[in-house]
């Protein structure tokens, strides 16, 4: 079985629930930087990074070649799954 590729974008905000289902901004957030992901990567948004401060380690901001399409520019950024002693 040949390896699977995920990839993944995370924003934090505040949305609206109704019967279940999400919607609103923050999920549009989401898509637009996990789109912006290549396969195996993790991307975040400033609002993430932040939230989490010192807790893990990030990257720098992507390159601006994947800068998301938004209303104010923003760029993701790499997220790596390993906590900070």
């Given at each position: ?39 195996g ?45």
């Amino acid at each position: 079985m040949a390896p699977v590729s995920v990839r993944m974008g995370m924003h934090y905000g505040n949305d609206k629930s109704e019967g279940g289902d999400f919607f609103g901004r923050t999920l549009v957030v989401a898509a637009r930087i996990a789109n912006a992901a290549l396969g195996g990567e993790i991307l975040v948004s400033q609002a993430v990074q932040e939230g989490l401060g010192s807790a893990f380690l990030f990257e720098g901001a992507v390159t601006t070649q994947r800068r998301l399409r938004h209303k104010s520019p923003m760029s993701p950024y790499r997220f790596t799954l390993c906590t900070v002693e």
